[in-house]
């Protein structure tokens, strides 16, 4: 698991800064826009941070580059925004329910909330939905054999968005991919991982595909632990 994580940081700190060019226009007052999200938190005891997430629906997913991790649900009356949900620390594993509430403002496609975690701190948090989140989803173009950046996960994505792959670990891997929504960058993950006691399990998230060479990138939970992926073909 500690592998996968470190992966992910270099997979959202590459997408954040390749898709950076701004978000989309226009306010949303009905709905928080499926996306990639990237930004930066700072904490009450003065830490800063980048933060990359994956939204759909009511769900985010995110994570910092000391490899802080959360599960949110989020609520949106015109733009006020509130949430909560799951804090993971850096080995990823989970806290308790509702160990992190927020509240703050959606204003066009900027989410800017305080987050209040169970131990006191908080932390105050923005994220802008970037360009990359408009890129079309389908099963075609994610497709295809693929390997992590270590070189020690391979994850085959099949025409009907079936998951199967191994690692040098003795992992294995199965699930499928989902499109949500077909004029978005973001795919609905379930993801089973066994042979492997320290992280095998039942997992869901999210998966977004960057244009500019390929890759796919991914956040992936359950109640015991998040965790995230980087592959390239």
Not at 32 to 40: E, F, L, M, Q
Not at 198 to 223: L, P, Q
């Amino acid at each position: 698991m500690k592998r996968l994580t470190s992966i992910l940081l270099v997979a959202f700190v590459v997408l954040g800064l390749s898709a950076c060019g701004g978000s989309s226009s226009g306010t949303d007052t009905a709905t928080i826009k499926s996306g990639v999200y990237a930004g930066g938190w700072t904490a009450s005891d003065g830490s800063v941070g980048v933060l990359a997430a994956q939204v759909s629906g009511h769900k985010l997913y995110a994570v910092s580059n000391d490899f802080k991790f959360l599960q949110l649900e989020i609520s949106l009356n015109g733009n006020v925004v509130t949430t909560k949900g799951r804090y993971y620390s850096n080995s990823g594993s989970a806290t308790v329910d509702s160990a992190v509430t927020g509240s703050g403002t959606l204003k066009s496609d900027t989410v800017t909330m305080t987050l209040k975690f169970v131990d006191g701190q908080e932390s105050q948090v923005v994220f802008q939905r970037l360009v990359i989140s408009d890129d079309a989803s389908s099963f075609d173009i994610m497709q295809g054999d693929y390997k992590s950046v270590d070189q020690t996960i391979d994850i085959n994505l099949s025409a009907i968005g079936a998951v199967s792959g191994s690692d040098t670990d003795g992992c294995k891997y199965s699930g499928d991919i989902g499109i949500i929504d077909a004029k978005i960058n973001v795919y609905a993950l379930t993801l089973t991982i066994a042979d492997c006691p320290a992280s095998a399990g039942v997992y869901t998230g999210f998966m977004s595909r960057d244009k500019k060479d390929g890759s796919i990138s991914g956040i992936f939970g359950n109640e015991s632990a998040l965790a995230g992926i980087i592959l390239k073909k």
